[in-house]
């Protein structure tokens, strides 16, 4: 009776959820990074240039990914669906992989393309208004891109069945419907970014599953109610 009470406690809950996110956490890091950390530590000497640049390729192609299966997993934490780690994550992660991949692609395009375009025409302000208003432009279809990157991973996790194109429109509409949530989603990742920079303990341990279980709590009762509503 009193290990079924142990069991019950809210102390063990919260240690077995914190566990769990260390887990998710792991799930993404470790394949992301392994092959660079591989390289870096036992053939740094020998790896230059372009090989170096391509012991990043497994993150390129597993990491966002991962998050997304990693944010279907915590949500069903939440609504109390699963409690286990491993095979639920690459189950999701399995479900979702080529439309997250393809989103990869393309968001790292448009990234690639407003860094130049801001770049450019930031260099060459003084040659003529033309390139104040491009900077403006670009500047404010970067905010928009950030927009959609922010909720293009919970689009496709709560609304699986549409394609690219709707996730990109929904995720506009989520965004600035409710600019509070964004801002919040935004400052969240920019956190998680800056305690990861300071804390490398922080990074390896829970920086990405907490970031995803703030994301989901956030922004759970929100997306559930829509998508519930359109089944």
Avoid: Q
């Avoid at 063990?12 to 660079?36: A, G």
């Avoid at 479900?95 to 860094?115: Q, S």
């Avoid at 909720?151 to 609304?159: E, T």
């Amino acid at each position: 009776m009193k290990k079924f009470n142990l069991y019950n406690s809210k102390i063990f809950k919260f240690f077995d959820y914190c566990f769990r996110l260390v887990l998710i956490n792991l799930l993404i890091l470790v394949p992301s990074f392994l092959l660079f950390y591989i390289v870096m530590i036992f053939f740094k000497d020998s790896v230059k240039g372009v090989w170096e640049y391509l012991t990043l390729l497994p993150a390129l192609l597993y990491m966002y990914p991962a998050i997304c299966a990693g944010i279907d997993l915590i949500k069903k934490f939440e609504l109390k669906e699963c409690n286990t780690v491993f095979k639920e994550f690459f189950k999701s992660l399995k479900r979702v992989y080529l439309k997250a991949l393809l989103e990869t692609f393309i968001i790292l395009i448009f990234v690639v393309l407003f860094f130049f375009s801001i770049r450019h025409f930031y260099l060459h302000l003084g040659d003529g208004i033309i390139n104040s208003f491009g900077l403006f432009l670009a500047i404010a279809f970067a905010i928009m891109l950030l927009v959609i990157i922010v909720h293009l991973p919970l689009v496709m996790i709560y609304f699986d069945d549409l394609n690219i194109k709707h996730y990109v429109k929904l995720s506009l509409i989520f965004g600035f419907k409710d600019l509070g949530l964004t801002l919040l989603l935004t400052f969240f990742v920019i956190a998680t970014l800056f305690l990861s920079y300071l804390f490398s303990f922080y990074l390896v341990l829970i920086a990405f599953s907490l970031l995803i279980y703030l994301i989901v709590k956030f922004t759970k009762n929100k997306y559930l109610k829509i998508s519930e509503r359109n089944k």
